[in-house]
């Protein structure tokens, strides 16, 4: 949010003509700083997914733009962030589950400041203390969502395990701002945030002005919310977004962050939202938004706010809480608006109250309190949490709780104090242990036990008094849609069982059963009702045929080219297909062609009893283009000789869309070939081989270090180690026909190779480095110039001086240019390096060598265009001077020129 005002003057005719195209109104929309009925149920069904699998990740995305040096100039987002790490923490070792963490910062582009760790007790200080260090990250440029949201789907989607059936994974991002772009005005702005980013509709606009920043911004908006758009993706992907905004008193408009998480006005998507969005008015809220997310299973009670006493412990000001012996554990989060104020804990029975004093040397403890032992973490001044168990003794548990902020000074008399309570009841409700049912459409289940059960998974008793319980069952359908099943089912009723039956109209194939327990403790405290989620597979009614493939997983489809699969299904029956729902798709495809030979009732395929067969399903896509294709097949499963009574079940399909690889040179060399005959095949032999060098134009990132090389191997300049870069550069898309680019700096171009069906190389253009790149790249061997991989990514390479590398030292200095997709893992950058590291010193060697053996002369220069490229634009070799030559007036140190792309320029 680094835009100034003149910016958004310019660009505001545009933005409300994307907005109201999208159905967005520009109109902001009320603070909410509590969760809604979505918010609540996604988390819940979050919190659900844990407790079934034991597994979550969850990827913290953080905004770094240079606004927040005025919204959270005391670093509130660090403190927050802290608490939900110690939350998450304290989750996974109450429920006995593993929750894996990253940490993402984001502006103009994302990075990865943590990579993916797990959190335990050992773990969590280090992971705070990254996360400290976004209290100096406050000079982005830009808020870019489309970028960060790209970005954070596709690492959470690598980090997915091949086993989980059933992913629990939430992405919580924080921003002050509204998605915003900007006009690269400088030189240096373009080489540093590139001059375009990849977004579908305007990947050409150069962003050099305020109003081509709002057509891509305008766009960057549209491919979000668009059908099957990043938002509908994201959904669609199982990950949950949790959106905290700081919205400066209400003056940001978060409408687009909100119908990204919760879509109130259906105007973000069409898929069912999955998401939590709340907005936090100033610094103190946002420390309680945070913490309401770090137990999902628990929603927290609403915020209790009051004010401070001054000097003493006052009545009028006090925050009151009940427990009983129902009630295992609290956690308690606080905020006051004024620094240094002391917190008096009094819990029942305790004649005197425990003070909570902040201490920056002692920011986590625990503190006695008559039978109890009280835990608490300060995040900063002003910000704290408490928890508590019930002793065994049961004694000072029970009745009323009093938390009163004072301030010893008696300065600050206007000062606020707000408390958030999460009870956590530690209570669900699951299909008793080794129960066999048979979950079929219009089947009668009878009584089906039920029991209770811990956050990890043990068996509960409840105490005496008990608290009140009602359980609802809910069967919840691969579409989403839910059927109840059960209401309001006391507890005395669960083991016996509960009578169930599945309606006829529900779809068969995977579901989940769906347990919502609602307590209520024996001193009346309402608490958050407490979800289980079961994945379970409803069959089709008795004398129905039966699919048991769950999803058609197609893979890569090559161009418009179809590709097909099979379902397997099993008799008796008649099944057929036809096309359904695309739910994710590119920009720039309009439908999925889903078709089969069995795709009515006529020509279905008619399987016994008791066999098996298999129906063929083909799947293409009308354009040639790159990206994901998600949606679902429709299969009708009917009884023998009766088509009318078909049943429907929907089948999930997957497939990656790719453009054929040189399609488009063969074709044409194989037309002028037969059109032209044989007495032109050296011009379509060279016209070939020209259209085959293309750069790709997938989204890039690129880092360019200081190193040096030699025998002591690959190291940084200062002679330590190299470390995988924390800032990546967007790579912008290629220009001049997808044949030239720049990475951080480095021109590149792309060279046509020796044979027809070679896709050739991406060679630098710079004329005052040589260099290597490794396998399968290398370099010229006329003018020294490294050549990457023309699919680049993945890549490394080192530019030196030709002087420098003619020289007789042991090791010399050269830049290492790193290149990666823009969704790569911390680790798959890890792997890059690390080829780095092991290949760079010999390959760098071997070009020292031949540049020492050339002699003064150096390395022959590729102007004018080598014959293997004849649509080269060059000049005359007399044109330039001799890089290895006696340097012309004017020449930079060392006998080069200086560049406009040198890379090792200060």
Request: proline share 9%; glycine share 12%.
């Amino acid at each position: 949010m680094t835009r100034c005002a003149r910016s958004r003057l310019l660009a505001v005719g545009l933005l409300l003509l994307a907005l109201l195209a999208t159905g967005t109104l520009a109109g902001a929309r009320p603070a909410r700083a509590t969760p809604t009925a979505t918010g609540t149920q996604s988390l819940q069904d979050l919190g659900a997914c844990l407790a079934d699998t034991k597994h979550a990740d969850v990827l913290l995305l953080v905004d770094t733009s240079g606004s927040l040096r005025r919204t959270d100039p005391q670093h509130a987002r660090v403190a927050a962030a802290q608490l939900l790490l110690r939350r998450l923490t304290d989750t996974a070792a109450r429920t006995g589950s593993s929750i894996d963490v990253a940490v993402s910062g984001f502006a103009a582009t994302a990075d990865t400041t943590l990579d993916w760790t797990s959190l335990d007790a050992g773990s969590v200080g280090s992971a705070t203390s990254t996360v400290a260090g976004f209290a100096r990250r406050d000079d982005g440029f830009e808020t870019d969502y489309w970028t960060a949201l790209t970005a954070a789907r596709q690492r959470l989607v690598d980090h997915r395990s091949a086993a989980a059936g059933q992913p629990c994974q939430a992405l919580v991002l924080f921003t002050d701002g509204e998605y915003e772009l900007a006009a690269r005005d400088t030189a240096g702005q373009r080489q540093r945030y590139g001059e375009t980013k990849p977004v579908p509709g305007a990947a050409d606009v150069p962003i050099t002005s305020d109003d081509a920043a709002a057509r891509v911004a305008v766009a960057g908006r549209q491919d979000i919310c668009r059908a099957g758009g990043i938002a509908d993706q994201l959904r669609t992907d199982r990950i949950m977004v949790i959106a905290l905004g700081l919205s400066d008193g209400g003056q940001v408009d978060f409408g687009l962050l909100d119908g990204i998480a919760e879509n109130p006005t259906a105007d973000c998507g069409t898929a069912p939202p999955y998401g939590l969005f709340l907005d936090a008015a100033d610094v103190s809220d946002l420390v309680l938004a945070f913490d309401s997310v770090g137990d999902p299973a628990n929603p927290p009670q609403p915020v209790d706010q009051s004010g401070v006493c001054a000097l003493q412990v006052c009545p009028q000001f006090a925050h009151h809480f009940s427990l009983d012996a129902s009630i295992g554990s609290f956690h308690l989060a606080g905020t006051s608006s004024a620094p240094g104020i002391d917190v008096y804990v009094q819990p029942p029975g305790v004649p005197t109250p425990v003070v909570l004093r902040y201490d920056p040397t002692r920011l986590t403890g625990t503190l006695p309190a008559g039978d109890l032992t009280l835990r608490y973490d300060w995040f900063a001044d002003g910000a704290f949490s408490l928890d508590a168990d019930i002793p065994g003794s049961g004694a000072n548990w029970s009745g009323e709780w009093t938390v009163t902020f004072v301030d010893p000074t008696g300065q600050h008399p206007d000062a606020v104090s707000r408390i958030q309570l999460t009870i956590q009841a530690d209570l669900g409700a699951v299909v008793a242990p080794g129960t066999q049912v048979d979950w079929r459409v219009g089947e009668d289940l009878e009584a089906v036990p039920f029991a209770l059960v811990r956050a990890d998974g043990s068996p509960a008793a409840l105490g005496d008094p008990a608290p009140t319980l009602g359980l609802d069952v809910v069967l919840r359908s691969a579409d989403g849609t839910d059927t109840p099943l059960a209401g309001g089912v006391p507890a005395g009723q669960l083991l016996a069982g509960v009578p169930l039956s599945i309606p006829s109209g529900v779809q068969p194939g995977p579901a989940q059963l769906r347990t919502s327990l609602a307590i209520t403790t024996v001193s009346g405290q309402v608490l958050q009702p407490q979800v289980r989620s079961t994945p379970i597979t409803v069959a089709p009614p008795l004398g129905f045929p039966a699919t048991s493939t769950t999803t058609l997983r197609f893979g890569t489809l090559q161009g418009t080219e179809p590709a097909t699969r099979a379902l397997t299904v099993t008799g008796p029956g008649c099944v057929w297909v036809t096309g359904g729902a695309l739910q994710v798709h590119p920009a720039d495809v309009p439908r999925a062609d889903v078709s089969s030979p069995h795709d009515r009732a006529a020509d279905c395929v008619q399987v016994g009893q008791g066999g098996t067969a298999r129906l063929d399903v083909r799947l293409a896509s009308p354009v040639s283009t790159a990206g994901q294709l998600r949606g679902d097949v429709v299969v009708h499963l009917a009884p023998t000789g009766r088509p009318d009574r078909a049943v429907l079940a929907r089948v999930g399909y997957t497939a990656e869309l790719e453009r054929p690889a040189n399609g488009l040179v063969r074709a044409l060399a194989l037309a002028g070939a037969l059109l032209l005959g044989i007495g032109l095949p050296v011009l379509v032999f060279l016209l070939g081989r020209r259209l085959a060098a293309r750069l790709p134009d997938r989204a890039l990132q690129s880092a360019l270090l200081d190193v040096r090389v030699g025998a002591g191997g690959l190291v940084a300049a200062d002679g330590g180690p190299v470390a995988v870069p924390t800032r990546w550069d967007l790579v912008p898309p290629p220009a001049g026909g997808r044949r030239r680019t720049t990475l951080s700096g480095v021109p590149v171009r792309a060279r046509a190779g020796i044979r027809l069906s070679d896709a050739g190389t991406a060679e630098v253009s710079d004329e005052s480095t040589v260099g290597v790149s490794g396998a399968p790249g290398g370099r010229s061997g006329r003018s020294l110039r490294a050549q990457l991989p023309l699919s680049l990514h993945g890549s490394w390479t080192v530019l030196l001086f030709p002087a420098v590398a003619g020289s007789a030292d042991a090791d010399v200095p050269g830049r290492l240019l790193l290149v990666s997709d823009a969704g790569a893992t911390e680790a798959q950058r890890g792997q890059i390096l690390a080829r780095a590291r092991a290949e760079a010193p010999g390959a760098v060697d071997a070009l020292r060598a031949v540049v020492r053996s050339r002699g003064p002369d150096g390395p022959a220069d590729v102007q004018p265009p080598a014959p293997d490229d004849p649509f080269a634009a060059g000049r005359s070799p007399d044109a330039r001077p001799d890089p290895f030559g006696p340097a012309p007036a004017g020449a930079a140190p060392g006998g080069t020129q200086p560049h406009p792309y040198d890379p090792f320029r200060l």
